[in-house]
């Protein structure tokens, strides 16, 4: 988002802080389909995305007077997101959502094309949620590093951390050579003697 998007985040934030619902309104219409799709692509189910996109909106809206408007909107609605996730996954499996094993479905036959839709759901099967969550935040919202940090409640060197151990883990799921999706670096190779 443009640096003028934030102004307006921020003065839309002040007013929702002020009790105007009109201006939460804006700022979740703002905010609606890139929480959605981040929803949408960690839990792999239509129905529990929107769902939990309500759920994260109404908890937003609850919590307005909590957020500092001096921060990023976007990170702040992203780690209620990502909280709203964890609950839920906790509820269903009635473990630990950070378990590789119950967390993610087991793994299918790495991708042969350049789907994009593919990649990420490759990331789902096989990243824990905080490097899928990491990698949609840096990847698909733009998001620097500094912002996911906040989202996900870490320090900037352990969300650095994260994300190099998220890449690093897809990689090993993709074919060497057959595909790499537009915006992930090129696979790390050693020279040949």
């Given at each position: ?37 981040c929803l949408l692509t960690l839990l792999d189910n239509r129905s529990d995305a929107e769902d939990l996109t ?140």
């Open positions: 988002m443009a640096p003028d998007s934030s102004a307006a985040d921020q003065a839309l934030a002040i007013a929702a802080q002020g009790g105007a619902r009109e201006a939460f309104g804006h700022l979740a219409s703002r905010h609606y389909r890139a929480v959605h799709a309500q759920e994260t909106f109404l908890r937003a809206f609850r919590k307005i007077r909590s957020y500092n408007p001096r921060q990023p909107f976007r990170p702040w609605i992203f780690s209620i997101a990502r909280r709203v996730a964890i609950a839920h996954w906790r509820r269903r499996r009635s473990t630990d959502p950070l378990d590789d094993s119950v967390a993610h479905p087991p793994a299918a036959a790495p991708p042969s094309g350049h789907d994009a839709v593919v990649l990420w759901s490759l990331a789902r099967r096989h990243l824990k949620p905080d490097e899928f969550t990491a990698l949609w935040l840096h990847y698909r919202e733009d998001l620097p590093v500094a912002d996911i940090a906040r989202a996900l409640r870490k320090t900037r060197n352990h969300t650095k951390v994260i994300l190099h151990r998220a890449r690093t883990r897809l990689r090993s799921h993709l074919e060497p050579e057959a595909w790499r999706p537009a915006g992930l670096p090129p696979p790390l190779t050693s020279p040949t003697p």
